[in-house]
């Protein structure tokens, strides 16, 4: 963790080879997608050229200024087996986090409404890595709350399945398709449709968040080939 006095910090830096793209960069774009998405992200930042590499800043969403920090709880956790706190071993599905949240969220309806957007966003740019520690429920001084969405970035590979599924889905639906889902986390068909609706126009804008980010030209076409709003 990394101070400026009045914020704290977790710092990301790119590896010196072998990164398929600039990951601070990118990650920063899609972080500010995501929040024109509609969903409530990490905020951050990239310093240049620290030993030769970039670095994202991302504010710690869990830590106050006086250092205080506010209960974060991966669903990773939440998910253990009760009496041995080992993995269940079952398939890992966005329906999971959904049943956590009714059970513990103190703002059920606003965050399945974050749930599905996140879902939608991370099919969209095509983040398969949506594994169950990239989910967290955090205490914000009254009750629990999905967290704030971070490590939002893009896949390479094609074909590839999400590491969360949805239904009997092996992936979440596309923005497109909310159509044909009819119901996502007992919300309502026009809601959805406005979630879906928010998240693809911002998937679109792709070049305008990735060209203020820095990334480079020949990264924005690439990345952009792998997105399926």
Partial sequence: MVSDGASRYLAKFNRRTGDE?????????????????????????????????????????????????RHLVSVNALLKETGTQRDSGLPFRYDDISDLLIRHSGAVRTD?????????????????DDHSRNFSLIHDGDYYRLSPAYDLVPSMTVGEYHAASFGYQPNPPRPSQVARVGRMFGLSKPLLRSCADEVFAAVERWREFAERAGVMDAEVDRIGSRFHP
């Fill in 21 to 69: 793209y600039n990951y601070a960069r990118v990650e920063l774009a899609c972080l500010d997608m995501a929040q024109a998405a509609g969903l409530e992200v990490a905020r951050g930042r990239v310093l240049e050229d620290v030993n030769s590499r970039d670095v994202l800043l991302l504010e710690r969403f869990d830590v106050e200024l006086d250092d205080h920090r």
């Fill in 112 to 128: 399945l409404e974050q749930l599905a957007r996140l879902a939608l966003f991370n099919r969209a740019i095509n983040n398969t």
